[in-house]
């Protein structure tokens, strides 16, 4: 049985469809990720299914039970980091967590108090007050917040935005680190590095879609390409001719870069030198890298997932 059962889920504001007709499923114990760009209606999702934001229409169930008309019904089985959490300036990191756990029927005790601040690296912060923390130890008092309840499902929406590379680095350990404990993780994200290494399956969403959903390796295999190639070019080359003459699966241009899709390599750069030859247009800034998921978002919109 699923843990998350999402079915036609839809929501419009005024006459802008957020999120228009989402179906999908999370199993027990997944890390599963929503990676989209700014507006494509991760957050409108996920609050809908944290009983947040009320759908105009569909179903959403959390071990079973149906989030909407009673959102209260699913709310001890969750736990929610907001993309903004509001946190209060002047209490400590100890008594945010005795707040957010009053808001709870169950909460853990104390020694697993003790345990989580070890988990999210925030031991010696205690009796720090939340205006004297950084934004990455605020980020991480933030998911720490979402686990006092010991819930069976995680939403973290963006829980790393902002974050430096190596602060990042430490929240997905952390968030494995709870998986591993068995609590089913669902995350938002516009980093597709931080959705391929930690995500088991991830849905691709674009305004208000979900265009597709598998695992990070599967939606990249879809491609039907081990390699991109990708160049800039001093006059502008049509991509039929390209296609062809390169034998690549794919060929795309966004912002005046070139990308190509092929399963040889070398066949490719040949014909790509031949043509840039015959046709007199000169290869500029020529890179030459495995497939990955923005290459599966751009191959789906036509769009780079950062704008
Ligand atoms: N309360 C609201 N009232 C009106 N429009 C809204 C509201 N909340 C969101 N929207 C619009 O709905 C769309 C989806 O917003 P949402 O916050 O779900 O996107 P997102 O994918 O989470 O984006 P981001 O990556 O920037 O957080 C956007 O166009 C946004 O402007
Ligand atoms: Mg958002």
């Given at each position: 049985m699923n843990t998350i059962e999402v079915k036609d889920l839809s929501k419009a504001y005024v006459d802008l469809k957020a999120v228009d007709n989402v179906s999908f499923e999370v199993a027990q114990g997944e890390i599963f990720g929503i990676l989209g760009p700014n507006g494509a209606g991760k957050t409108?999702?996920?609050?809908?299914?944290?009983?947040?934001?009320?759908?105009?229409?569909?179903e959403i169930k959390i071990k079973s039970i149906s989030v909407w008309p009673n959102p209260g019904a699913t709310k001890e089985l969750i736990g929610v980091q907001l993309?903004?959490?509001?946190?209060?300036?002047?209490?400590?990191?100890?008594?945010?967590?005795?707040?957010?756990?009053?808001?709870?029927?169950?909460?853990?005790?104390?020694?697993?108090?003790?345990?989580?601040?070890?988990?999210?690296?925030?031991?010696?912060?205690?009796?720090?007050r939340v205006n004297e923390l950084s934004g990455g130890q605020q980020q991480r008092l933030s998911i720490a917040l979402a686990l006092v309840n010991?819930?069976?499902?995680?939403?973290?929406?963006?829980?790393?935005?902002?974050?430096?590379?190596?602060?990042?680095?430490?929240?997905?350990?952390?968030?494995?680190?709870?998986?591993?404990?068995?609590?089913?993780?669902?995350?938002?994200?516009?980093?597709?590095?931080?959705?391929?290494v930690l995500c088991g399956r991830v849905a691709i969403m674009d305004a208000g879609r979900i265009i597709d959903i598998n695992a990070p390796k599967k939606l990249i295999e879809g491609l039907g390409a081990e390699v991109k190639i990708?160049?800039?070019?001093?006059?502008?080359?049509?991509?039929?001719?390209?296609?062809?003459?390169?034998?690549?699966?794919?060929?795309?241009?966004?912002?005046?870069?070139?990308?190509?899709?092929?399963?040889?390599v070398q066949t490719s750069i040949i014909g790509l030198f031949d043509m840039a030859?015959?046709?007199?247009?000169?290869?500029?800034?020529?890179?030459?890298?495995?497939?990955n998921l923005e290459d599966v978002f751009l191959q789906y919109t036509g769009k780079g997932l950062r704008d």
């Open positions: 409108t999702t996920l609050e809908m299914i944290e009983g947040l934001r009320r759908p105009d229409s569909g993309q903004t959490t509001a946190l209060f300036d002047y209490l400590t990191v100890r008594e945010m967590l005795a707040l957010f756990g009053s808001f709870y029927r169950r909460v853990l005790n104390a020694a697993q108090i003790d345990e989580l601040l070890e988990a999210v690296s925030l031991v010696d912060k205690e009796k720090a010991d819930p069976e499902v995680v939403f973290l929406d963006e829980p790393t935005t902002g974050l430096d590379p190596q602060a990042r680095r430490s929240l997905w350990d952390v968030i494995r680190k709870i998986n591993k404990e068995g609590k089913t993780i669902v995350l938002t994200t516009h980093y597709m590095e931080e959705a391929e990708s160049f800039q070019s001093s006059h502008d080359v049509a991509l039929d001719d390209l296609k062809k003459q390169t034998e690549a699966s794919e060929t795309s241009v966004f912002e005046g870069q070139y990308v190509l899709y092929t399963k040889d030859k015959a046709d007199n247009f000169k290869v500029e800034n020529l890179h030459i890298s495995g497939a």
